[in-house]
């Protein structure tokens, strides 16, 4: 925290007024000739959206970033933050960040005036210098702007056609700072239109008040395209006033997918020394991501956010330490069959459209988790074919011959060393993954075991059965003949 100073000290320090966007500007140019990392964690965007956010900036630019749910819309606008200055000096008791040498409001015109160069300075970290606000059809003018303060004037005694009667809004109050509209559609038109002028002139005005504030703000707006159609829409002159407009995406590869999740998921330390998570537990956990955006129960207007993979992340490893728990073990891996804990993350992150209405939330989760591990599996395995030709042998003929006289069951909470006993006590099984997957950590390979089994049932090659506790894999011919 900075002392208070006065205006003559300020001065004589050398400091120099910029506007915010020329602050930003001057930070962002110092950091990429210092080779320092700018708009760190946004995992996938360094060559698409980061390079037009920097242009923007440069460009003076007001930004609306476009994009689907879960894309890291408001993370962008908050790492705006770390190209202020780390602290502002404000005319000390201004409510809206006056700066002494253009005050703005009666207040600092008044003392400035009054007090000269003996007018006290405090200082405002970079911290307290972003707003945000969520547009909601219930924001009204008064919230944003500013209104007439009847107590304040009752106290003060003064007309309401005094200045010092004003009660400023969320804008002015952001004056020389960034000032973040999440969610710009659902603002009502008539709101949205007294934004026209602070984008235009930079200027505000209050109920009819004529004063001229020329505030200084940088404004981040986001929105998503679907709220175009659904809630409501940006009016268009108000979109001709946004200098920049920026698209954001979903993350384009596995890898990228993957680093985003392990940054955002909330695991403690002790957490990740107990419980440890196969290489290919976290791809299939992106692929299940990439299967929704693919598929057709899920409307992909409304995209697939990436807090799915984190909040089922969550739940992956919330899985593992139950089995701890109640198994009295002091380690355990993630298991394929943990995957059926992520589908309360899946029900409650996607909008279905009506043919996945109609087949219900859990069954859409439970396709999507299975066309997830078809496409490891694939990656991995030879394809399993559709059908056994008489006397031609595949690399799944002796693994499904095993299953005509034997059935496995997996407990969730069988301890590792019961659960990959029974999996090693299928000599077949252990073949396949060998052959195929001998570059991979001996976890990993451990996990392919499962992957077999579960790709083997969603091919119709194996009967897969479920409860509360297990799972039992058998031969398809034989649940066949006991069903009927």
């Not at 099984?429 to 083997?456: I, M, P, R, Y």
Request: charged share 25%.
């Amino acid at each position: 925290m900075k002392n208070d100073i006065t205006f003559k000290e300020l001065k004589d320090s050398g400091y120099t007024d910029k506007t915010i966007k020329e602050e930003i500007q001057a930070n962002l140019i110092a950091k990429i000739k210092a080779k320092e990392p700018v708009f760190e964690g946004l995992w996938g965007y360094e060559d698409t959206v980061i390079p037009q956010l920097k242009k923007a900036i440069l460009a003076g630019h007001h930004i609306n970033l476009l994009g689907l749910r879960g894309q890291a819309k408001t993370r962008i606008a908050r790492s705006m933050v770390s190209l202020l200055d780390e602290y502002m000096p404000i005319v000390k008791g201004s409510e809206i960040n006056d700066s002494p040498f253009h005050p703005i409001s009666k207040f600092a015109r008044d003392l400035v005036a009054e007090l000269g160069d003996k007018t006290p300075i405090s200082w405002v970290h970079r911290s307290s210098r972003f707003y945000e606000k969520l547009a909601t059809p219930d924001v009204n003018v008064s919230d944003l702007i500013g209104d007439l303060d009847p107590i304040k004037a009752a106290t003060l005694k003064l007309p309401y056609s005094d200045e010092r009667v004003l009660h400023y809004g969320m804008i002015p109050r952001a004056n020389r700072s960034i000032f973040v509209l999440n969610e710009l559609p659902d603002l009502q038109a008539r709101i949205q239109v007294s934004l026209f002028n602070i984008l235009q002139e930079g200027d505000i005005q209050i109920r009819g008040f004529q004063l001229r504030m020329p505030l200084d703000i940088q404004f981040v707006f986001t929105a998503n395209p679907e709220d175009y159609t659904n809630r409501g829409s940006i009016v268009t002159p108000l979109k001709d006033r946004i200098g920049s407009q920026i698209f954001t995406h979903y993350p384009q590869t596995i890898a990228l997918a993957r680093q985003i999740t392990e940054q955002e998921a909330v695991i403690s330390d002790e957490d990740k020394t107990k419980i440890y998570i196969p290489g290919l537990a976290k791809d299939l956990l992106e692929e299940v991501a990439f299967a929704a955006r693919d598929s057709e129960y899920v409307d992909a207007k409304s995209g697939v956010s990436a807090r799915l993979t984190i909040s089922a992340m969550e739940n992956l490893v919330a899985a593992a330490k139950l089995r701890i728990l109640e198994s009295g073990a002091e380690k355990t891996n993630v298991r394929l069959l943990d995957f059926m804990s992520i589908i309360p993350s899946i029900t409650g992150k996607i909008e279905l459209v009506y043919e996945g209405e109609q087949e219900g939330a859990d069954y859409v989760a439970k396709i999507l988790i299975d066309q997830a591990v078809m496409n490891q599996f694939e990656s991995l395995f030879p394809r399993i074919p559709k059908l056994e030709k008489e006397g031609i042998k595949t690399a799944y003929t002796d693994l499904i011959k095993w299953f005509n006289k034997n059935s496995l069951q997996l407990y969730y909470t069988d301890t590792d060393e019961e659960f990959y006993q029974k999996l090693n006590s299928i000599p077949p099984l252990v073949k396949v993954v060998e052959e195929n997957t001998s570059g991979l950590s001996t976890e990993d390979q451990n996990f392919c075991k499962e992957l077999v089994l579960w790709a083997l049932t969603i091919s119709k090659k194996l009967d897969k059965s479920e409860d509360q506790a297990n799972f039992t894999f058998d031969s398809s011919d034989m649940s066949h003949y006991l069903r009927n």
